[in-house]
């Protein structure tokens, strides 16, 4: 296995190291690092952002909660998606 090379310009990654991701992959940098991922990895990493974002926007409109309440909550929940299922 080839190893990491370490130039000027940054890190060169062997190619063998990302072909059993399939033939597309993104890459994207940070600050501090860099990210390769395929495009069924950053689309999962979408929907949970999305949820994320679902979940606070709903406690936010909900307000502080009691124990009760967010069991109730809960149990809300699971009725409605044991009913879908």
Do not use: D
Not at 6 to 30: A, L
Not at 53 to 79: D, F, N
Request: net charge positive; aromatic share 4%; proline share 5%.
């Amino acid at each position: 296995m080839k190893a990491v090379k370490y130039t000027k310009e940054g890190v060169v990654i062997p190619s063998s190291w990302v072909k059993g991701w399939g033939k597309p992959v993104s890459i994207r940098r940070g600050a501090n690092m860099v990210i390769l991922e395929s495009p069924e990895r950053q689309a999962s990493r979408q929907r949970f952002g999305q949820m994320v974002q679902k979940l606070r926007r709903a406690v936010q409109e909900l307000g502080p909660l009691t124990a009760e309440q967010i069991s109730a909550e809960v149990a809300a929940v699971r009725a409605q998606r044991a009913r879908r299922s």
